[in-house]
């Protein structure tokens, strides 16, 4: 089992940067494909980014290609979400989550993740 807990949101302008970060506490926290999602008022928790255990394989949702990169530190037992040219609609709660561990592919679907962090908001001013 693994424990997670978000830090790094804020009040920022559009166009501005964030790095979001994740403790890891628990067991062997390099076996854990982990995932990025976030969750704006009204919507539904969608993907934003995933990463193996070995730091291959990085996926980003559409909406965010190009402007995030997910990264993690295993020595560290920490997972890290850099948000850059920050959008209104980038406004939302971002939340951390570990797969179980012997999944190996970084999934889309919110239902593939076992563990779940509390969430950090991050509100972009236009």
């Known amino acids: 089992q693994v424990q997670l807990v978000e830090s790094g949101g804020g009040l920022v302008q559009a166009g501005d940067s964030l790095r979001l970060a994740c403790a890891a506490s628990?067991?062997?926290?390099?076996?854990?494909?982990m995932g990025w999602f976030r969750q704006a008022p009204g919507k539904e928790r969608e993907f934003v980014a995933g990463?193996?255990?070995?730091?291959?394989?990085?996926t980003y949702a559409d909406s965010v290609k190009g402007r995030f990169t997910i990264s993690r530190v295993n020595a560290e037992n920490t997972l890290y979400l850099q948000m850059n040219s920050l959008k209104p609609e980038d406004t939302a709660v971002y939340y951390c989550?570990?797969?179980?561990?012997?999944?190996?592919?970084?999934?889309?679907?919110?239902?593939?993740?076992?563990?779940w962090g509390q969430g950090t908001q991050v509100t972009v001013s236009s």
């Open positions: 989550a570990a797969m179980r561990p012997w999944e190996r592919v970084p999934s889309r679907d919110r239902l593939a993740y076992a563990y």
């Open positions: 628990g067991r062997s926290f390099s076996s854990y494909t």
């Open positions: 990463i193996t255990g070995t730091s291959t394989s990085p």
